[in-house]
């Protein structure tokens, strides 16, 4: 059980640039989560994801896409990078409890090792 | 989701307790308060969470004031491996809302 993975580790790109970062879950997780991390700040919500095939934005969602065609799924794309996505960016998926839409219950997430982007 | 408000950083010794704070004052009834926790060049990792009651597990307790506008995280005995910074979060979805987290420094 690897729980979330995520591909590359680390990346270089110039400006203008794209690539896509993949994030896997192997828990059968139905939420999936994309966040970036700024030095000596918190985590940022750019997308989300409650199911497969559904997508949704967070709070800093602009200059990113995202897409979710399977379950385990989660793919974050940069179409054009820019210096200010320089950052570590975050997946992370959690469990889809039952009830939840009656009363709001807590979520656990899991969260990946990271990827450190770099954009010249 | 409720704004949460932490200290920017704490300090303890080694085998100690620690006691970090949270105040978490518009939180509404159905929001749950969670902690994590981020070791260095690591994920967020969850540590525990609550409603009304307080809570133990293997890895800390979680007392929440009577009101429910203020918790703090017990580690009841630090070791240098709980260096890490800790996020206090009140919500009620999936969403999860991170703060700029309270960084510990335990001194051996």
């Known amino acids: 059980n690897a729980g979330v993975t995520q591909t590359p580790k680390f990346r270089v790109l110039k400006t203008g640039q794209s690539m896509t970062l993949l994030c896997a879950q192997d828990m059968n997780h139905e939420y999936m989560y994309w966040y970036r991390q700024d030095p000596g700040m918190g985590l940022r919500l750019i997308h989300y994801?409650?199911?497969?095939?559904?997508?949704a934005k967070g709070e800093v969602p602009d200059g990113y896409n995202v897409s979710r065609l399977k379950k385990q799924n989660f793919l974050l794309g940069l179409e054009s990078a820019a210096p200010s996505q320089t950052s570590v960016y975050f997946c992370?998926?959690?469990?889809?409890?039952?009830?939840?839409?009656?009363?709001?219950?807590?979520?656990?997430?899991?969260f990946g090792p990271g990827t450190r982007l770099t954009v010249l | 989701d409720a704004k949460t408000t932490q200290p920017n950083s704490m300090e303890s010794n080694e085998e100690e307790p620690v006691h970090l704070p949270c105040n978490h004052s518009t939180i509404s009834g159905t929001d749950y308060i969670h902690w994590y926790r981020q070791l260095p060049s690591q994920g967020p990792e969850y540590v525990i969470h609550?409603?009304?009651s307080n809570v133990n597990n293997r890895m800390a307790s979680l007392a929440i004031a009577e009101d429910r506008k203020s918790s703090t995280l017990i580690l009841h005995r630090a070791t240098l491996r709980d260096a890490a910074v800790y996020y206090c979060?009140?919500?009620?979805?999936?969403?999860?809302?991170f703060g700029a987290g309270t960084r510990l420094f335990v001194k051996a």
């Open positions: 992370a998926s959690s469990a889809l409890y039952e009830g939840w839409v009656v009363i709001r219950n807590y979520n656990e997430q899991f």
């Open positions: 979060i009140a919500h009620g979805g999936f969403k999860t809302i």
């Open positions: 609550g409603l009304t």
């Open positions: 994801s409650v199911g497969e095939g559904t997508t």
